[in-house]
Structures are given as C-alpha cells and as structure tokens.
C-alpha cells in the first residue's frame, strides 16, 4: 500500500494528534515513529488531500493560485520524490526519515524534493478559512514568554517572511522551553535544525504571485490577519 502523509479518513483531532510527535519524530499520519510494513510501491509517496476546497482561502489566496500551487508545484515535488527514489532503500522510508537521511548525505536533489512535499502539507494545514486572530492558552502564554506580546511577535514573523531572500519560508518554531521566528530558504526546513514547526508562510512566489504580484509584504499581512491557523499551531504545540 503507498503511504501517504495522511488520509481523508482520519479526522481533524487524530490527524492533529499524530502530525508532530516530538522534534525526532516528526511525520504525518502513519508515518510517525515505526512504520508499518508495507509491500514495495511504484509511487511510495502520494499528493495529500488539500483540508479545504481550493477557493476555501479566497479572497486572500484565489482558487486559481490552489489550483496550481497545489495541484501542479506540490504535485510536481511528489512525482519527483517518487523517481528520485525508485529503487533505492528511501523508496521504503517515512517522508521524515527521508528528508533526514538525503540532509545528512547530501544527496540535495532528493532533500529538496521530499521536503518541499513535507513543507507544503505543513503550511496547507498552517491555514484555515476562519483563521486569523490571536491564539489563546498556553500558545499565547508561550508567545508572550518568548516575544514579549503577540503583537511583537506578529512584527517579528512579517518581518522573517517579507526579508527572506528569494524563496523560501518563514516559521514559528519551539526551540527547547521558548518559541522563535525562523525563516528558511528554499527547500530547508526547521525538520533537520532540531526545532519543532508550529506553523509556516510560503514565501515562495508561486504561493502568492497571481494574487499580488510583487507584494509580498501584502499577502503575509492578510495570511497572518485572516488565515493563521492557530489551532494548529496550539496542537503542535501540545504534542
């Protein structure tokens, strides 16, 4: 059976539950810690279920930017992965496992490809309809520690995602007892610094060029003002 990152079956508290499970075990759906066994697979890695409809995010992100940002870049990393790894023992290794494995080699093509999957499904879920706002309990206790308030924290993390050069991607991260703001180029990922991803923007420009062209800082402001999924983040948090 191929894995998956997660399925449509599970619902959102067990898919939240098993996403993050410690900085050493982080994965997505089944693929936490020990794997089942499973028959080799010509593609062992499949496309997630998106966890809205694509014009779910309008009018901040448009049905048209989903459709190709899901549909055709984070489908094009998944059919990627798939050949890169055919054949070789990756092919029958976690997401994570891979990402940690091809870092820690070198083997750059491989990183790139099997992280950016892992970086997408992490910030479609960094994401929800009703979003926005501040977070609440310990998030907000944690945010308040480490940041000095909420809305320094918000200065700090438009700031990682409207400053990164090029593409990349900025994240709130829990690094031992304190959360921090990180931001990542291209494919990297906080997954082989030892942090913990609490939630993340895509500052590549596919994610947001039809909508704004060349206004990033725009496009950062009205995802943290109306889509922020701090739920998620909370979740990851208590994991």
Do not use: C
Request: hydrophobic share 40%; glycine share 8%.
């Amino acid at each position: 059976m191929p894995s998956t990152l997660f399925t449509p079956h599970q619902n959102r508290r067990q898919f939240l539950n098993t996403l993050l499970v410690g900085s050493t075990a982080l994965a997505f759906g089944g693929l936490i810690g020990s794997r089942p066994a499973r028959a080799a697979a010509a593609n062992p890695f499949t496309l997630p279920p998106l966890p809205y409809a694509e014009n779910a995010l309008e009018p901040v992100i448009s049905a048209r930017t989903l459709n190709f940002h899901y549909g055709k870049h984070h489908q094009g990393y998944v059919n990627n992965l798939n050949k890169l790894v055919e054949g070789t023992s990756l092919a029958d290794q976690s997401l994570v496992e891979v990402i940690k494995a091809s870092a820690s080699s070198n083997q750059t093509l491989i990183f790139n490809n099997a992280a950016q999957v892992w970086n997408h499904s992490f910030y479609w879920n960094s994401l929800n309809p009703k979003g926005g706002g501040k977070p609440s309990g310990a998030l907000a206790e944690m945010i308040e520690k480490s940041f000095g308030g909420f809305e320094p924290f918000k200065t700090e993390f438009a700031k990682a995602a409207t400053s990164q050069f090029g593409s990349g991607w900025a994240w709130l991260v829990q690094d031992g007892d304190k959360l921090a703001v990180v931001k990542t180029g291209n494919a990297d990922t906080p997954l082989v610094q030892g942090q913990k991803p609490l939630l993340t923007i895509d500052v590549w420009e596919h994610a947001y060029y039809l909508d704004y062209q060349n206004r990033r800082a725009d496009y950062v402001a009205a995802v943290l003002d109306r889509l922020i999924n701090w739920d998620f983040a909370a979740q990851n948090l208590a994991s």
